[in-house]
Nanobody
Framework: VQLQASGGGLVQTGGSLRLSCAASGRTSSSYAMGWFRQAGGKEREFVAAINWGGTNTYYADSVKDRFTISRDNAKNTVYLQVNAVKPDDTAVYYC????????????????WGQGTLVTVSS
């Protein structure tokens, strides 16, 4: 499975971005997707995840009510709408893939994307 993330860039505080992650290869009939981020000098942290059907979503407390995860299974693509950004949101954002229809927080992703950098200017 290959994951191609895109959509990062420079955004001002309070602005918005939409990140995308396209999955290709042997993705199987159903899979969950998620987003993580890693700021300089910090550990990678969970941001959001979505199950195969799109009916269940999960968010870190720090992004709840500002970020929205969604997916288009016809395009094998997951999105992260990032709104009301803050300087603390500056990080490399990674998409992640699980060979399960439901996202399991305690299970390590099976695949990672290459990351896309989001920089928030104050």
């Amino acid at each position: 499975v290959q994951l191609q993330a895109s959509g990062g860039g420079l955004v001002q505080t309070g602005g918005s971005l939409r990140l995308s992650c396209a999955a290709s290869g042997r993705t199987s009939s159903s899979y969950a997707m998620g987003w993580f981020r890693q700021a300089g000098g910090k550990e990678r942290e969970f941001v959001a995840a979505i199950n195969w059907g799109g009916t269940n979503t999960y968010y870190a407390d720090s992004v709840k009510d500002r970020f929205t995860i969604s997916r288009d299974n016809a395009k094998n693509t997951v999105y992260l709408q990032v709104n009301a950004v803050k300087p603390d949101d500056t990080a490399v954002y990674y998409c992640a893939f699980q060979y399960t229809g439901i996202w399991y927080r305690t299970r390590a992703p099976d695949y990672w994307g290459q990351g896309t950098l989001v920089t928030v200017s104050s």
